[in-house]
């Protein structure tokens, strides 16, 4: 035997009952929430005063102020990255580009649409450091001196 039940519109007679018998003793269940919570029950169902700003100084928080002067430098983190970073508040300025292991060996990868980055470096950077885009890391050249050669095209001491 297969029963088939459909939906009716409107709310089903066993929630009407419901919501009524809760309606009905709504003064009880009231009184009894705050004999269980110690009066915390009205307490925040009343509407709460907003503060007064009378002398009183209200900060209203957000991020950290901008530094007055940025003193970028490059650095090659542990998992590879080579990004741009303030020396000031240690804040990644700019992602360069990463190192990557390609044929046996370390190679820099520049941050390009080409190379399959979501967020390139802006056209200006890539224009300046195009010559080392897949440059191979090894004993002549290593990250730190990497690092410097960026520092260098990019004019940062």
Do not use: C, W
């Not at 390139?120 to 450091?129: G, K, R």
Request: aromatic content about 2%.
């Amino acid at each position: 035997m297969v029963e088939i039940i459909s939906r009716r519109d409107g709310p089903r007679r066993e929630d009407v009952q419901v919501k009524r018998l809760i309606e009905q003793n709504r003064p009880t269940i009231e009184r009894i929430a705050d004999q269980i919570s110690g009066g915390g029950y009205s307490a925040s169902r009343k509407p709460r005063q907003q503060p007064q700003a009378e002398g009183l100084i209200i900060h209203v928080g957000g991020g950290s102020p901008p530094a007055a002067e940025t003193s970028p430098s490059i650095r090659v983190t542990m998992n590879g990255r080579v990004i741009s970073v303030d020396r000031n508040t240690g804040r990644q300025l700019h992602h360069i580009g990463d190192i990557r292991q390609r044929d046996g060996g370390e190679v820099f990868v520049l941050a390009t649409k080409q190379n399959g980055f979501f967020a390139p470096v802006d056209q200006t950077l890539a224009e300046a450091l195009a010559e080392l885009d897949g440059v191979r890391l090894d004993a002549v050249r290593t990250e730190e001196q990497l690092a410097a050669e960026i520092g260098e095209k990019l004019g940062i001491a």
